[in-house]
């Protein structure tokens, strides 16, 4: 999924051919990981990324060390979030001047990298004010 970051997981999955375990042959359906990721949760989810933050960007940012320190690299974006009810109230969106509000709610997201291997350590999502 890293390398295809652009296709959703479902076409990642369509183009790797991926199989279940054994002889059967049998192919994973698309959707299988996006249902397996919803029925995770999102606190799951945040488990992996920080443990994999934490044995992977920190030890680069270790590794890559300059001048004795190790570095890292701070960077933020906006992002949009699909138009529900509830990212409207929690997100809110920009103003568009005469024309009202932004088309889609807007996220704030800022991560904390290991800039010679690019691997996030840390990321928070908020709304944009």
Do not use: K
């Not at 076409?11 to 994973?28: I, K």
């Not at 920080?50 to 570095?71: I, P, T, V």
């Amino acid at each position: 999924m890293a390398l295809y970051r652009d296709w959703s997981i479902s076409r990642v999955v369509r183009h790797l051919h991926l199989a279940l375990p054994g002889d059967s042959g049998r192919g994973v359906v698309p959707s299988t990981p996006v249902q397996a990721r919803e029925r995770l949760g999102v606190e799951a989810m945040r488990w992996l990324f920080e443990r994999c933050a934490r044995s992977w960007a920190h030890r680069s940012a270790d590794q890559h060390r300059y001048r004795g320190l190790a570095l890292y690299g701070v960077d933020g974006t906006t992002l949009r979030v699909p138009d529900t009810d509830e990212n409207r109230g929690h997100f809110g969106g920009q103003s568009a001047g005469e024309r009202g509000n932004s088309g889609y709610p807007l996220a704030r997201a800022v991560t904390l990298m290991a800039p010679r291997s690019h691997l996030l350590a840390a990321a928070r999502f908020a709304p944009t004010r």
